[in-house]
């Protein structure tokens, strides 16, 4: 098929995310992808800004992973979890208990990170109604919050933008804390959790759990909030008997300049959500962790058993490239490389606070972001970046990147180049 078949036929006939098939946005067929650099069809070279939504930390087409992935093809593609295991399952399992923050040494692997998030609450759901307190059967998430786009998920994510309205009638009804205001520098009084204990003291008879994404929403506002936030929602929790579900799919992997978010908080969770960076962005592996308290409460009720079993369960090829992803980033300096990322950042996107367009700057580890006054207009920006030579997807009103660890200085620099222009000429665009 001719280019410009694909294209035609594309249009025609494929959904892309959030998009409508009547009028869709303009696609960039891609030719391949090395390193940092996205190949498009017409031979022009964008520099990553995104990661491929969080996930391709090291870069793509890497030979490490590539490797892995070919090496697990001659043993076995696939085979089904129920009844049997494999070594890369096994390994895997073993490197997140050892990585992830202490007390979280059971695994349950999916395949999406939405997945992970219904598996997730499944989990709190279960080992409520395991010790007796079936009544607990809400949960509570922060508005602003994005966990997935499943209906489980769904009925978490911030309850403005996201799809409430459009599903009312077939979503679980949940519970909305405000969004995190205080900074990451705020060391957070009392009075920042007057109104979120409040909340938990008033329904904890009906709360399974608290989900959350630590210290940085991503999805649903890419906003930065205290980890002495996150240690005093941990404590709230264990104070009211509601379990938290930290959902770190996007932050997972040092994205943060932490392994784990939590970590800034020295905090555990009482459950984890894996995915995105899981698999070096390689394939769609996700994880759910918990402790041993909730592992056994909820085998020890009825009926005895875990009730989830994805047919692509600890896919060997997924457990194998994650197994080489992890390795990659242990060997490598990534803490060197997300906090260097992270000062030329905040150098580097400083002058934007000044833009009359743009209402705040956020960078904290290998993020960055231009919130703006008003919603940016996506196509419009998105040529204007191609034109650049950089790939940035902005959404609502949100200029952001996270690029690859691996990004060069100079490269970095031609990302927060065009992040900034686009800022300057917002205007002529809208
Ligand atoms: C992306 C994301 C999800 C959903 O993961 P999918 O793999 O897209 O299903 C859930 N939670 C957070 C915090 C995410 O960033």
């Known amino acids: 098929m001719s280019l410009e078949d694909q294209l035609a036929f594309d249009r025609e006939n494929i959904w892309h995310p959030y998009t409508s098939l009547l009028d869709p946005l303009p696609v960039y067929p891609v030719e391949s992808a090395s390193g940092t650099r996205i190949r498009l069809a017409d031979g022009r070279e964008l520099i990553d800004g995104m990661s491929s939504w969080w996930a391709v930390i090291h870069g793509y087409n890497h030979p490490v992973l590539n490797r892995a992935l070919l090496e697990q093809t001659q043993k076995a593609a696939h085979v089904m979890f129920g009844g049997l295991t494999h070594e890369p399952a096994v390994e895997l399992a073993r490197l997140l208990i050892q990585l992830t923050p202490a007390g979280l040494d059971k695994v349950f692997f999916s395949d999406s990170g939405s997945v992970a998030v219904e598996v997730a609450l499944k989990m709190a759901l279960q080992y409520q109604q395991s010790r007796g307190k079936a009544s607990k059967n809400r949960f509570l998430s922060l508005k602003r919050g994005y966990h997935g786009d499943t209906f489980g998920a769904m009925s978490v994510c911030d309850p403005d933008t996201g799809m409430h309205r459009l599903f009312s009638g077939f979503l679980p009804q949940n519970l909305f804390a405000p969004a995190p205001e205080c900074a990451f520098e705020h060391e957070c009084t009392p009075e920042c959790f007057h109104e979120i204990e409040e909340l938990i003291s008033t329904h904890r008879r009906k709360l399974a759990a608290l989900i959350l994404e630590p210290v940085v929403q991503g999805a649903g506002g890419m906003r930065i909030y205290s980890p002495k936030y996150l240690a005093g929602l941990r404590r709230l929790c264990t104070n009211y008997d509601i379990l938290l579900i930290a959902d770190e799919i996007a932050t997972g992997f040092g994205r943060t300049g932490k392994m ?85 950042l905040r150098s580097e996107l400083a002058p934007a606070d000044d833009l009359p367009d743009v209402r705040r700057v956020r960078t904290l580890g290998a993020i960055g972001v231009l919130e703006m006054e008003s919603r940016v207009p996506t196509a419009g920006l998105q040529r204007m970046f191609v034109r650049e030579g950089v790939w940035i997807r902005p959404f609502l009103n949100l200029i952001y990147i996270m690029p690859p660890y691996v990004i060069q200085p100079g490269d970095l620099s031609r990302l927060t180049s065009a992040m900034l222009k686009a800022a300057r000429e917002i205007r002529n665009l809208l």
């Open 260 to 344: 784990f978010a939590c970590e800034h908080a020295s905090i555990s969770p009482d459950i984890l959500c894996l995915g995105k960076a899981l698999t070096g962005g390689y394939m769609s592996q996700a994880a759910t962790l918990c402790t041993s308290e909730v592992a056994e409460t909820i085998c020890r009720g009825n009926p005895g058993v875990f009730m989830h079993g994805p047919t692509f369960m600890a896919n060997p090829l997924a457990c194998s490239v994650a197994l080489a992803s992890i390795g990659l980033l242990k060997d490598s300096n990534w803490k060197d490389r997300v906090l260097k990322i992270q000062e030329q």
